[in-house]
């Protein structure tokens, strides 16, 4: 696991599942499988942006984008090479 | 043959919203949620199912259920169901981390606790230090329960059972229906009793006022536990209307593309939810597409004038926009500002609904002349019974003359009731008494900002010094231009001494701002 995906697997797993991290895959929904809320996913864009210096564009909010660990891996990468 | 229970009659308490619809549109859609419809008489069947259950498992007249999910079916069956049996249901905050849990479910001592997988780790987490009384039924459990010392019951299970149950005879519109916790901006969070009575009256009134018919579809995305949650349910299930479960928000596009696609007629938000609706989706360019959207309601709190004005500017001319104003404690809503008057009265929460009055009290409870300001106190059948376990905090709200609301307000010559800002939120800097949202609103009329928050701060000089908390709109504006603009609408001593921008600011489960955590967030 490279330490991208490391970093965002800590910060979900620390701030919405209280450490537990059982069951928790890189491709599992967070919205659908209850691991973040809509309120969550804002935290989650705070932490990005500061984490990774980028800034997450409105057209950017989007499940394919921001909806689970692989998602945001993919997205990000993109953003960090662009 | 044991039929589902149904009735033609008007409701008098608030299962009956459900029973009576199930009678007058069985087969009508009452609940879209993704790929799932649901009609009434579906609804209706798994709540008497649920009902019957939670009798057979022991629940009394009285007992507390507590409902922690967030917006889905099974919710809407658990509430009534639970209601059918005669139990108090208490839905807490599905945002709840253990250290808020644990005392709430101390003091509630909860017969049984629904909720579903979503929440096990959570409710793991808290090792349910409760009474051993205590059961939980769960929908779809995925986690290892064998270590704990409770009952542990299947939802699925729950509901094959026989749809025939005895609703209590002694069950009447005076019993205790509902305990809402406050989103509190300090001190702890405090249970809001409501009886059935309380929440039948305040969902008829609204149905009247946002004249509400079996042909509305509202689209849902606050939470069900929070009070104006719930109280979209009640009213679009009173008229046999549809509601669509949209918890997708943080995705705003989707809740639009949503709107058009079911052809909802209503939507309704607190102001953090319309500000993100102008500000991060297509809500504008999607203007000719919302053909069928009747009306906007807000409530939750105060929104700018600059928030109304945009969205009034978005909507379709024919979509009335309503602002709202209401607490807890009193079942929901108190006041409503006819759409027709939002421009001439922008600032204004508007005239009470039907069944309440409203004053205007100064600190001898004695009510001012118009323009003159006091605290607002609402009176009618709606105002809560009190706090749960908690005398003392009644005592302070609930007085001979009402239900003191902890706002500053004041009414103009034509009876419009206009909140100046809560009593406990004033802050005093260097001598004057500053309202933070009087700051807040110069701010929004700047147009640089999407939202903001003021707050203050200890200062060992001025006791208190004023701190901007911002969201900028294009973020190549610079501090020090906020601050330029600020002075050319507000008098130097109201102008706040530190700027910290941010992303967004941060929101509490209800989607209302969260003072704290905002404060916490930069640093303060």
């Known amino acids: 696991m490279n330490e991208m995906t490391q970093k965002i697997r800590d910060f979900v797993v620390e701030n919405f599942l209280f450490g537990n991290n059982n069951g928790l895959k890189n491709d599992t929904s967070f919205l659908d499988e209850g691991v973040i809320d809509s309120t969550g996913i804002l935290e989650l864009v705070n932490f990005l942006e500061e984490e990774f210096e980028i800034t997450v564009d409105d057209e950017e909010l989007i499940p394919e984008n921001l909806d689970s660990i692989d998602n945001v891996v993919t997205y990000l990468q993109r953003k960090v090479d662009a | ?524």
């Not at chain 2, 009070?227 to 009640?234: I, Q, R």
């Open chain 2, 1 to 524: 043959m044991v039929g589902p229970n149904m009735r033609s009659k008007k409701a008098t308490l608030i299962h009956h919203f459900l029973e009576t619809s199930a009678h007058s549109y069985p087969d009508k859609t009452a609940i879209i949620y993704d790929q799932v419809r649901a009609s009434y008489s579906e609804i209706n069947k798994s709540a008497d199912q649920l009902a019957g259950w939670l009798i057979r498992a022991g629940i009394e007249l009285g007992d507390r259920v507590v409902l922690i999910m967030d917006n889905c079916l099974e919710y809407i069956v658990g509430y009534y169901g639970a209601l059918k049996s005669g139990a108090v249901v208490a839905s807490l905050s599905s945002d709840l981390k253990p250290d808020g849990l644990v005392p709430m479910l101390r003091e509630l001592e909860p017969k049984i606790i629904i909720s579903s997988w979503k929440f096990e780790r959570l409710l793991q987490a808290t090792h349910l230090e409760v009474s051993e009384e205590t059961a939980l039924l769960l929908k779809s459990p995925k986690l290892d329960w064998s270590d704990f010392h409770f009952d542990t019951y299947s939802w699925e299970d729950a509901l094959k059972g026989e749809e025939e149950f005895h609703e209590a005879e002694a069950l009447d519109e005076s019993a205790l229906a509902s305990i809402i916790y406050t989103s509190g901006s300090t001190g702890k969070p405090k249970g809001v009793m409501l009886t059935h009575k309380n929440i039948v009256s305040n969902t008829y009134a609204i149905c009247e006022y946002l004249k509400l018919t079996d042909k509305d579809i509202q689209m849902v995305v606050l939470p069900f536990f929070y009070v104006m949650g719930k109280s979209l349910l009640n009213t679009h299930f009173a008229v046999g209307g549809t509601v669509v479960i949209n918890n997708k928000f943080a995705f705003p596009t989707s809740v639009v593309k949503q709107i058009v696609e079911e052809g909802v007629t209503g939507f309704s938000g607190v102001p953090a939810t319309y500000a993100y609706l102008l500000h991060r989706s297509p809500l504008k360019k999607y203007q000719e597409k919302l053909g069928r959207l009747r009306y906007c309601s807000q409530a939750g709190g105060h929104m700018s004038r600059q928030i109304k004005r945009e969205l009034r500017e978005a909507l379709p001319a024919h979509t009335e926009i309503y602002i709202m104003y209401g607490a807890t404690e009193a079942s929901a809503r108190l006041t409503y500002l006819q759409p027709d008057r939002l421009m001439d009265k922008i600032d204004s929460i508007g005239k009470p609904i039907p069944g309440v009055t409203m004053k205007v009290l100064d600190n001898n409870g004695v009510e001012v002349a118009p323009g003159r300001k006091g605290e607002l106190v609402g009176y009618g059948p709606n105002i809560m019974q009190g706090y749960w376990r908690d005398e003392e905090a009644t005592s302070r709200v609930l007085r001979k003359n009402g239900y003191y609301t902890g706002d500053l307000g004041y009414q103009d010559t034509d009876g419009y009731l206009y909140v100046y800002g809560r009593k406990d939120s004033l802050v005093k800097v260097g001598g004057h008494r500053i309202n933070p949202q009087e700051i807040e609103d110069a701010l929004m009329a700047t147009g640089l900002v999407t939202e903001n928050l003021v707050a203050g701060v200890p200062d060992e000089l001025l006791e208190n010094r004023l701190v901007l908390i911002a969201v900028l709109k294009n973020s190549d504006c610079q501090e020090v231009e906020i601050l330029r603009e600020c002075a050319k609408r507000l008098p130097k001593y109201k102008l706040p001494t530190q700027v910290k921008l941010v992303r967004a600011l941060p929101k509490n489960s209800n989607g209302k701002v969260d003072r704290a955590a905002c404060l916490r967030l930069v640093g303060l």
